[in-house]
Structure formats: C-alpha cells, structure tokens
C-alpha cells in the first residue's frame, strides 16, 4: 500500500481501490528496499518485525500471531481491534516515535558478525549420525 495515501473512512472501497497496490509476495530484497520508503508498515507479518527493525521502520503488528518473537522498539503490538489500530498507527507516525527510532531503534537481530564462525565451531561438534541425517516431519 503507498503511505502517501489516505483512504476514505479508513477502508478499502470498490470506489477508492484503485489508490492501491496488491501483492501477494516479493523477493526479501525487493521487500526491504520498499519496506524503506514507507512510513510504517501493519499487519501481522515477521517481515514487519525482523526486517523492520533492521531498517528501523515503525511496525505496528496486530494480532497474537507473532507471540514469542523478539522484537525492537520500532514494533508497537496491538490487537484487532480498530481503535487500538488507529492510535497505534497515529503514534507510529508521530514525531517523537520517529526521533526515536533515528536516535536508536534497537534490532535483536543484529548480531556482533560473528555468528558464522560460532555456528562452525558448534557443527564441528556435532557427531554426524543415521539419525540425523533422516529427515522426520513433525507434524
């Protein structure tokens, strides 16, 4: 959806849908490059919380879907519930939450770069079994 535009009564109409854009999905680096130009991002999507805070975009997420995961300071969590949705949307563009974020918007994603060679060093460990090369669905 383009940020730029405000939509009628705050829903998507046969009569105002030709302001927007439907996608289904997007390669990740498309995704980030235009997760960089909006102004906040909504929905319920991990994309909002992981990437959002890598580009320290506001992300207001909806819902219990993503119960668990870790998040930074741009992420504002609310229910479906309209009137949560709007104020957590006003506060996601104000002026202050924004200085916020460009002060420091804080990603538990971002590591120290060194993760790889830990990761080496933990599979260089790990007995290569009959076990675990079978792949067993879960659920």
Known sequence: LHPDRVVS????TLEN??????F???PIETYV???MKTACVIGNSSASIREGAYVGV?????GTRQRGRQRG?????VSADQHQIRGAIERALSPDFRRTLEARCENPYQGDGNVSDRIAQILKTVP???DLLKKQIAY
């Open 73 to 77: 300071n741009n992420v504002i969590d």
């Open 33 to 35: 490059r235009l997760m």
């Open 17 to 22: 849908a030709a302001q927007f854009h439907f």
């Open 24 to 26: 289904k999905n997007f």
């Open 128 to 130: 290569i079994t009959e």
């Open 9 to 12: 009564g705050g829903r998507i």
């Open 58 to 62: 506001p992300a207001v997420n909806i």
